[in-house]
Structure formats: structure tokens, C-alpha cells
């Protein structure tokens, strides 16, 4: 016989996820590698593209999808190797009619140490389509969130 008082129980009250914000965290195994044991660039691009999406989707809100319309101003600072963690934080920094700019930082993480370390940095702009696949209007950025900046916000790693 159990006892109810030490069953895990649901959560009973439920927070809405962050608006206009992704976090991601990725391990690096081999085969995200180069010769080098250093993570293809395409690998992390394609894991930059998905942070950004789920930001875009996240403020663009019902109502349709979400396609990549550019990648603007990547910067590979850092390699990340074989056995890193990579933590990935999308945020929407500008918004259009119908379009977002979302700025991505990648971190690098020595799994071992925890030591984290900015590695990549990237903008991209995502197009809202409404369920006619045409071009549909997205909400503004919260008042204050809207900036051009492309500093990471190290306040918010991941």
C-alpha cells in the first residue's frame, strides 16, 4: 500500500513560457564534429536556427507559422569541442509588419568544470505566414525589449 503523502503530485498552478525568448542546451558528440574534434559550423547553425524559431513562434503567436527569411552576421568567436554542452539563448530584438529579427547567443560549456564561454554569435530574421501562407502581422516587443543591440545578454545565459 502507498502513502498519498509521498506520491509525486502534478503541479497544480502552471507558468506561461517566456514570450519572445528560446533557451536550448546541447551536447556535442562526434558525429557534430570535424576532424579537429571542433563542432561543424552547420551544426551549429542548424541548432541556432531552431532557438530562433521557437522565439519566433513563441511571440509571433496563433494564428499560423514561422519561416527563416535570413541569417545575417554570424560570428564563430570560439570552437566548441567534442563533449561540450552547448546553451543556446534566442531572443526577438526587433520586430517588423510581419517580421522578427531575433538575436542568438551560443555558449560554450566544459561539461566538466561548468566553465561557460561565449562561442558564436548570430541574428537572424523570421517572417510570420498566416494559415494562407501569405505575409501576417506580429505583435511589438514589450515595452524596453525592442533594441538593436548585438551584445549578448549575459545576465541571461543559459
Not at 43 to 72: E, Q
Amino acid at each position: 500500500m502507498t502513502d498519498p503523502s509521498t506520491s509525486l503530485q502534478p503541479p497544480q498552478s502552471r507558468t506561461p513560457a517566456p514570450r519572445s525568448r528560446a533557451r536550448m542546451l546541447e551536447l556535442v558528440f562526434p558525429k557534430d564534429t570535424n576532424y579537429l574534434g571542433t563542432a561543424f559550423g552547420g551544426f551549429v547553425l542548424s541548432l541556432m536556427d531552431k532557438a530562433a524559431s521557437v522565439a519566433a513562434v513563441r511571440h509571433a503567436g496563433p494564428g499560423g507559422a514561422v519561416v527563416t527569411a535570413r541569417m545575417d552576421g554570424v560570428d564563430f568567436r570560439t570552437p566548441i569541442r567534442v563533449g561540450d554542452a552547448v546553451a543556446l539563448d534566442a531572443r526577438v530584438v526587433r520586430v517588423g509588419r510581419s517580421s522578427m529579427t531575433i538575436q542568438v547567443d551560443v555558449y560554450r560549456e566544459h561539461m566538466a568544470s561548468g566553465e561557460q564561454e561565449l562561442a558564436t554569435t548570430g541574428l537572424f530574421v523570421f517572417v510570420a505566414l498566416g494559415e494562407d501562407g501569405a505575409p501576417r502581422p506580429v505583435p511589438p516587443l514589450a515595452e524596453g525589449l525592442d533594441t538593436a543591440s548585438a551584445e549578448p545578454d549575459t545576465e541571461a545565459r543559459p
